[in-house]
């Protein structure tokens, strides 16, 4: 009896596609904190969509606006600016949190197209308004105009006045009050004022009130409190 030859028909196993490899960080390119990549990655998938006259447009209405420097070709992040333009432009990129507006038609500029393009400026450029004035900086003081060796003695004697108390400050005036170099213990002295300053600062250092070290314990653990002051 002859043999009966049966074709073999191929399966095919579709390959499931998963989810595309997360992008990872290019070679080359220094990439902003995220607060400044969410305002590049904006100002990127805008100009993607509403083509270089709108980048224009944002040089105009926000020179001077150091949000914007990643524009200018000298800046750090002007790469990476570049860069999400492009993958906006092939797909690739992914859009911001913000609610993208709908792209621009191909059409001459008109009236109507400019107001639209200075909301997309004002969703952008968000301007954070602090509740408060900050609070002066407790660790600061301009020295003053004088030598290295008196800044010296004014920094080195706030510090063992800090450190060993009142007594110590009288002890040193009643020693001292004819050296010219230590008249600056005396409250009718230019220099007084900066050398009290320099004493309420070298005290918190080296006594520090109960309040203080818990409240730079909360802020170490909270950045947003901080830029809240």
Do not use: W
Request: proline share 11%; net charge neutral; charged share 25%.
């Amino acid at each position: 009896m002859p043999s009966i030859d049966v074709p073999v028909v191929p399966v095919v196993v579709e390959k499931e596609e998963g989810p595309p490899p997360a992008a990872k960080p290019i070679v080359g390119i220094i990439y902003p904190p995220p607060e400044v990549r969410n305002i590049v990655d904006k100002t990127a998938s805008f100009v993607a969509r509403n083509g270089p006259e709108f980048e224009s447009r944002i040089r105009q209405n926000e020179l001077g606006n150091p949000k914007f420097n990643f524009l200018n070709v000298g800046d750090p992040y002007h790469a990476y600016y570049q860069h999400k333009v492009k993958d906006f432009k092939e797909g690739k990129g992914s859009e911001p949190a913000a609610p993208a507006p709908a792209a621009a038609q191909p059409k001459a500029v008109t009236s109507a197209t400019q107001l639209k393009q200075q909301e997309i400026l004002k969703q952008i450029a968000e301007p954070f308004v602090p509740k408060d004035p900050p609070s002066d900086f407790e660790f600061l003081a301009d020295p003053p105009s004088i030598s290295a060796l008196d800044l010296d003695i004014v920094k080195l004697t706030a510090q063992f006045v800090a450190r060993n108390g009142r007594q110590f400050l009288t002890n040193l005036m009643n020693r001292e009050q004819r050296n010219y170099q230590f008249d600056f213990l005396r409250p009718q002295h230019s220099l007084f004022q900066y050398f009290t300053k320099l004493l309420e600062q070298y005290t918190k250092v080296l006594i520090p009130p109960k309040d203080m070290m818990s409240r730079l314990k909360d802020e170490c653990h909270s950045v947003a409190g901080v830029l809240e002051q």
